[in-house]
């Protein structure tokens, strides 16, 4: 009926309306934020489940925002790239990261690289690499403490200059790792032409890894060409000891996921550490 019509024209324009309300809000709170540098990072360590060491640890930014409460960085990050305050975004996220490495070091940790996540945007900007070198400088640290995440769609984007600004970076002495992958249809053959030192399979191939045997062979697969590439692989998201032995079984190198420890904030991280040197010891 034309009642009905009505109302379902004025729920959609409601809808929309709290929509565009919420990315206004959003907007405005995170440029307050950027100023006051309100966020911070949680760390997730990387494991190598054969000697049971600690090969890294990804960094993963948090804001808590006085007014919207807990933001998801899938959220602001987005939201951050279309508005173009991602770049500032990303500068506060490597002083924290300069700054998590120091407490790391002052922890009796300097081996421990972390890992930062950098967004495609940021990446394929012209003074990308130079940013990055100032950042490590004012903070005194040096690439070698660090890791960087790119995603799969960011290697893939513009193929010649990507390739020139991941070799300078790895001359700069930071490992790279590919992110995501999976998700972004790139064939393993691409991956050739990168220096790359890590892959991460997406948690979308593990979440189901023990029951579905597509998902089986597919992570499987990308194991042993990564591995043919000379590269490390990563599986992210895992959450049962029954991907663990599936994933150890297979060959995959390192593991990361709620399975052995949630994102921690730095002074929980070096507690996580400490027991679990403890726990490994000889
Ligand atoms: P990502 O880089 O793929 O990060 C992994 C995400 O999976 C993180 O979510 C992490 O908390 C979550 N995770 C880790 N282990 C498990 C698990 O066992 N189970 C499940 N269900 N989830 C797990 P988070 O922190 O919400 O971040 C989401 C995405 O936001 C990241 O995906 C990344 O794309 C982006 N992001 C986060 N921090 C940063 C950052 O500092 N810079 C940039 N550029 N992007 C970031
Ligand atoms: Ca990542
Ligand atoms: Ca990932
Ligand atoms: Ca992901």
Request: hydrophobic letters at 40%; charged letters at 25%.
């Amino acid at each position: 009926s034309k009642e009905n019509g009505r109302n379902c024209f004025s729920f959609y324009f409601e809808a929309l309306k709290t929509d565009s309300n919420r990315v206004l809000k959003l907007d405005s709170e995170l440029r307050k934020a950027i100023e006051n540098r309100e966020f911070t990072l949680v760390y997730q360590p990387k494991i190598n489940t054969v000697t049971n060491d600690i090969v890294g640890i990804e960094a993963l930014v948090r804001w808590n925002s006085e007014k919207l409460g807990f933001v998801s960085p899938a959220e602001f990050i987005e939201h951050a790239e279309e508005s173009g305050l991602i770049i500032s975004l990303s500068e506060i996220i490597f002083d924290l990261a300069c700054e998590g490495n120091h407490k790391l070091v002052a922890a009796g940790y300097p081996k421990i690289p972390i890992a930062v996540n950098v967004s495609s945007i940021h990446f394929q900007q012209q003074s990308f690499l130079e940013s990055v070198q100032t950042i490590l400088e004012r903070n005194n640290t040096s690439a070698q403490c660090f890791e960087i995440e790119v995603t799969e769609r960011t290697v893939m984007n513009s193929a010649q200059e990507t390739v020139s600004k991941l070799v300078k970076l790895k001359q700069l002495g930071f490992k790279l790792s590919i992110d995501d992958f999976g998700t972004g249809y790139s064939s393993l053959s691409y991956l050739v032409r990168f220096p790359l030192d890590v892959l991460k399979i997406d948690r979308s191939f593990i979440q189901h890894i023990c029951s579905l045997d597509d998902k089986q062979a597919i992570v499987d697969a990308i194991i042993q060409m990564a591995h043919r590439l000379q590269m490390k692989v990563v599986a992210e998201g895992v959450e049962t000891s029954q991907q663990v032995e599936l994933l150890k079984s297979m060959g995959c190198d390192f593991i990361q996921g709620y399975y052995y420890s949630r994102p921690l904030p730095m002074k929980e991280l070096i507690d996580f550490i400490q027991f679990w040197e403890v726990e490994h010891q000889g």
